[in-house]
Each structure stands twice: as C-alpha cells, then as structure tokens.
C-alpha cells in the first residue's frame, strides 16, 4: 500500500497497467468488489489475482458469483480465507468450503450489508437496523432505543481495496456504469482505502456527459482498460446434447 497511499488527491494522469494495480492487492488484504453474480465485476483484475497467486485475502460483497463467474474464481482457487456477502447461494464451492470450515463466511441482508458499506464510503461509524432484532443477528451485537424502538448498531464496512467494474472512464476516473452492471459498484468505489476501476473504453477529458457520471473521479485512484471477461456466462451454456 505504501507507495499510493493518499493519493485521492491526484487530479490527473490515473489511468495505470494491470501490473501495477496488481502491486496494490497483497496478500491477507481485504477487498471489495462491486458485481452481481459476475455481472459488474472486473474480470481483468480476477484473472489479474489468479495469475499472481493471491491468498489469504477476506472478501467484501454482494455475493460470490459462480464457481466459474467474477469472483467466485478467487473462492474455487482456495484463494478466500473470509466472505462477507448476502448470499452465497450460485455459488457450491463457496458453501463446501463453509461447510469445510476452510473458509469463514458472514451473512448480511443485502440493505444492511449495502448501507454498511455505503456508510464506510462516506465516513459514518455505522449504522441502525430493526432487520434482525429478536433473532440470532442480535446475538452479540450492540443495540440502542430510539423512540421506544430497538435497533441493532451495525458497524460500517471498509477495505484496503475496492476493485470496480465500469464501462467508461475518463483520465480524472470519473465513471459511467452499464446497466445492471452498476449494481453495488459505486458504493464500493467509496468505501475502499484504494480504488481500482477496471473499464471497458477510456475517453479524453471533456467526452463523458456529466449527468451521466455516476462516481466521481475523486473516489478513484487508479484506471485500468478491461481485457474483457474469461468465463462463459450461465446464460451462454449450451442444453445437453440427447
């Protein structure tokens, strides 16, 4: 991490190779990433990982994609010690190695698990939830009453790193997302100590229209240009032949 600490604050000149955001992400590291069941994640910076033989790291997100899919890849390699996610469900490799005890995993619900991440992009402590109160996610947690009411303290969540996936980019690092590819991408992009957005086009300054940015350059510190995706989409697989 040393040598790109503090650098939110550089204007310009973001755009880097895939080596070198690979010298960013070590192991035992956490990382977030945005995506949906592959959809949204950066596939360059997962094949990145796996060529480089990453381990050990914990894993902030949605979910753990497929076994083949975004970054269920990391999980299939033995390469996750630590899910934090809202389901692991596409996932059987991910819910053997739980089962294993080869790998921790902690369950949220999918709005708790986004405001606490979006919390730690914008610098709040946490935050107060009634989903859960009364069940075994009480257990062990701190609660409060605000108004006769009882809510769970969630704490936010942050990362040494938070990879996206976008399908612009300009020089600054102000992003323009596709579609669903969207999904929880702009509040990882907040809530990582060092931000990665791995995009599809990288245009010159002054081409993206600006209603259409969706994060802002300034919670971007590098930009690296996709190599496109690895994998088959489930969609894409072909019936069995009779």
Request: proline share 5%; aromatic share 6%; net charge negative.
């Amino acid at each position: 991490m040393e040598p790109y600490e503090n650098t939110h604050a550089v204007a310009s000149g973001k755009v880097r190779t895939l080596e070198e955001a690979l010298q960013v992400i070590t192991d035992g590291c956490t990382l977030m990433y945005g995506g949906f069941g592959g959809i949204g994640t950066p596939p360059t910076m997962i094949e990145g990982m796996l060529q480089k033989g990453i381990k050990d790291i914990t894993i902030i997100g949605n979910d753990t994609g497929f076994p083949h899919i975004g970054i269920g890849r990391l999980i299939t390699a033995g390469r996750v010690k630590k899910v934090i996610a809202s389901h692991i469900g596409s996932n059987p490799n991910a819910g053997l190695r739980m089962e294993e005890g080869t790998m921790e995993v902690v369950f949220y619900p999918q709005g708790t698990l986004a405001e606490k991440i979006r919390a730690g992009g914008v610098g709040l402590g946490g935050i107060l939830v009634d989903v859960g109160v009364g069940t075994i996610m009480e257990l062990g947690k701190e609660t409060v009453s605000i108004d006769e009411k009882k809510y769970l303290v969630e704490p936010a969540l942050t990362a040494d790193v938070a990879i996206v996936h976008a399908k612009k980019a300009d020089p600054y690092g102000n992003l323009v997302y596709d579609k669903s590819g969207r999904n929880l991408n702009p509040l990882v992009a907040m809530a990582g100590k060092f931000t990665i957005a791995e995009v599809d086009e990288i245009v010159p300054l002054g081409e993206l229209d600006p209603e259409n940015i969706v994060t802002p350059g300034i919670f971007v510190d590098m930009v690296i240009l996709s190599r496109g995706v690895t994998w088959e989409w489930v969609w894409e697989k072909k019936p069995a032949s009779v």
